[in-house]
Each structure stands twice: as structure tokens, then as C-alpha cells.
């Protein structure tokens, strides 16, 4: 059986970019200026960012992949897997902070809602960004290179491949994540992904949204 890592993360830089990006906001003003610096002094004290995960066996079986955890079919994620025989299966979150607060000001304060969502999902992002950074990096001191992480719902990667994910990981157990019949996360700012681990470079240096046809995703890039 393998062994399920956790670590947990502090003072992760922000990016305010990120954050006026997923409000839709590219030029902000000083009143929003003020209004997101409020809701992030609100926020990072309640934040708990941390991240399971485990090292697995990849194989391919003609147009299907072998995950050690699960066997899928998947062109897009093959496509991002050639050349790799291990992945990294984790899933992140940071808390249930978040939620609470658009909860707590969906009526009152829509705007101040809209500002966690946005805040939220920035923080998720660079929790995922600074974890895969430091498994590309350890991967090179160990001659392996990494690909793009890729999660379920990515181009035709089946999205209750996460009932899979969860079980190997222990996600209610190690990081007080969990996924109801629906597949939703609770904390909803989570991810769970795939990061492959090849002998050679990646073909593709640049985003998982370059070939993700989800063109409504709120994560996307380009």
C-alpha cells in the first residue's frame, strides 16, 4: 500500500492579478482596491492550506491508462502522460474559511462575496502552483520531469474518476476533504489532480488550458 504524505502551507504569496481576474476585474479602482484588501485581511486567518498525496504507477493498455488507483480512458490525459511511468495523486485545499464567509455575506454584501469566491480561487491556484513546483523540483534531482497537472473534469478525463481519487488518498481523513454524491467538494476551494513524471522533458511547457475544451471554467488562462 502506499504511503499517503500530507503537508501544510503558510504565507503563500498572493496575486492580486489572479484575484481581479476571477472578478472579471482587469482595470480595478480604488474602491475595489479597498474592498479586496479588506476581504484578504478577512480571510488568510482562517485559511488551512493543506495537501495528501501519494506516488503511483502509470502503464498504458492499448487506448486505456493504467493509474495504479484506477484504469481510465482518457486521450487527453494520455496525450499529457506519454513518456511517463509515475504520477503524483494529491488533492489540495485551504479550508472551510472561505465558504463560511460567502455564506455568511451572499445576502448582506454580494460584493463582498464575489471578492472571497475570486480571493479563493487564487489561493487554491497558488496552493496547487507552489505543491507542483516543488514536485518538478524534487523529480529533477531524481532525473524525472514533470508535466502539467491534470484534473478530473480536464478535456475528456471523466469527472467521477474522483471517487477514486478520494479513496486511495483518504481525503476525509487527512485533509478534511470531502465529495458528496454529486462530486461536489466540500471545501469547495479544493482540487485533486495528476502530475505525471516522465524521463524526458514535456512537449508542452504551457497551461492544461491550451487542450481543456471546458471553456467556461473559471481557472481558465487563455
Do not use: W
Not at 493543506?50 to 481510465?72: I, K, N, P
Not at 534531482?141 to 469527472?159: A, E, I, K, V, W
Request: hydrophobic share 35%.
Amino acid at each position: 500500500m502506499n504511503t499517503i504524505l500530507v503537508k501544510k502551507y503558510e504565507n503563500i504569496p498572493l496575486n492580486h492579478r489572479e484575484i481581479y481576474r476571477y472578478m472579471g476585474c482587469s482595470h480595478p479602482d480604488r474602491q475595489i482596491e479597498s474592498l479586496t484588501e479588506s476581504c484578504i485581511s478577512e480571510l488568510l486567518p482562517t485559511l488551512s492550506c493543506r495537501v495528501c498525496y501519494t506516488e503511483l504507477e502509470v502503464t498504458e493498455e492499448g487506448d486505456m491508462l493504467d493509474l495504479s488507483f484506477a484504469v481510465v480512458k482518457s486521450a487527453d490525459l494520455k496525450k499529457n502522460l506519454r513518456g511517463c511511468r509515475k504520477i503524483i495523486l494529491f488533492a489540495a485545499t485551504i479550508g472551510l474559511g472561505t465558504d463560511r464567509l460567502i455564506a455568511r455575506y451572499s445576502r448582506t454584501s454580494p460584493a463582498k462575496a464575489l471578492c472571497f469566491q475570486a480571493i479563493g480561487a487564487e489561493r487554491i491556484e497558488s496552493l496547487c502552483d507552489v505543491f507542483n513546483k516543488e514536485v518538478s523540483q524534487q523529480c529533477r534531482r531524481n532525473g524525472f520531469f514533470t508535466r502539467p497537472r491534470f484534473s478530473p473534469g480536464y478535456g475528456d478525463l471523466p469527472l467521477d474518476v474522483q471517487k477514486s481519487i478520494f479513496s486511495v488518498l483518504d481525503c476525509p481523513r487527512k485533509i478534511g476533504l470531502s465529495l458528496n454524491e454529486s462530486l461536489l467538494m466540500s471545501p469547495s476551494k479544493s482540487v485533486t489532480a495528476i502530475i505525471g513524471m516522465g524521463d524526458t522533458p514535456c512537449e508542452h511547457e504551457k497551461e492544461n488550458c491550451i487542450r481543456c475544451s471546458k471553456s467556461d471554467c473559471q481557472f481558465r488562462r487563455i
